[in-house]
């Protein structure tokens, strides 16, 4: 997989640190899609491991009851990150100017994506400092919505439907060898139980694209 010099491109085409320069305390998000992340990480990561939260910001959406051995932090707000009580250390780099990561060879177990991945110009080269990273059988995950600072997305992200976004998503793993099929977790109703008995819908939609460093063999 390869996008197209048009698909890279962004309605808002100024350094993106300079649109990140002020700090915004605020999720990106509804409750019930961060509810479903935390269960996600809950149920895929291991306590007492080493997470990468890339593009973060000044909340994690981590298990409160879950310790990890290391986390850490990147993204364009030093503020909002210093800000995030889950992180152990962090840095500022804007990926789409320089995507190679400052981190060692399989030094991971976890890398983490929240509601971000549609502002990267080159993923293929961050989806291979991901799996530079982890360690072999270390995950990955990627969650999104709907959502988006609309001229910051790139254009292939913008052009998409939501599904087609998914399969963009899965393409950005699967054009890196040595990743595991993806997994795709989609469109889960983020409305409360009573509401879903109802035939009602509401909430941001869901999704989560999942994959595995191969070990090698």
């Known amino acids: 997989m390869m996008l197209k010099p048009d698909q890279r ?15 915004r ?7 019930g ?15 007492n491991t080493l997470i990468l939260d890339m593009m973060s910001s000044w909340v994690s959406h981590l298990p409160a009851e879950m310790e990890f051995a290391h986390i850490e932090g990147h993204g364009l707000n030093a503020e909002e990150l210093a ?31 929240c509601v ?3 502002y990267l110009q080159y993923p293929e080269a961050i989806f291979a400092e991901i799996h530079r990273i982890l360690k072999p059988g270390g ?11 609309f001229q910051k997305a790139i254009q292939a992200w913008r052009d998409a439907s939501e599904t087609t976004r998914v399969e963009l998503v899965k393409q ?17 109703s983020t ?15 869901f999704y989560a694209v999942i994959a595995h460093r191969i070990p090698q063999s």
């Open 191 to 205: 409305a409360p139980n009573f509401l879903q008995w109802l035939g009602a819908g509401g909430g941001d939609p």
């Open 33 to 47: 899609f961060i509810q479903q992340l935390t269960d996600l990480y809950s149920d895929r990561l291991q306590p």
């Open 139 to 149: 995950v990955a995950i990627i969650s999104f919505s709907n959502r988006m600072f």
């Open 9 to 23: 491109q962004k309605l808002d085409d100024t350094d993106d640190q300079l649109f990140y320069d002020y700090p």
């Open 172 to 188: 950005y793993f699967t054009s890196v060898p040595g990743f595991t099929v993806p997994e795709v977790i989609v469109n889960k």
């Open 83 to 113: 800000r995030n009580r889950r992180l152990n250390h962090y840095f500022v780099q804007n990926l789409n100017q320089q995507p190679q990561l400052p981190l060692p060879d399989q030094s991971f177990d976890a890398v983490l994506n």
């Open 116 to 118: 971000s991945v549609q």
């Open 25 to 31: 305390f605020v999720t990106h998000v509804d409750d």
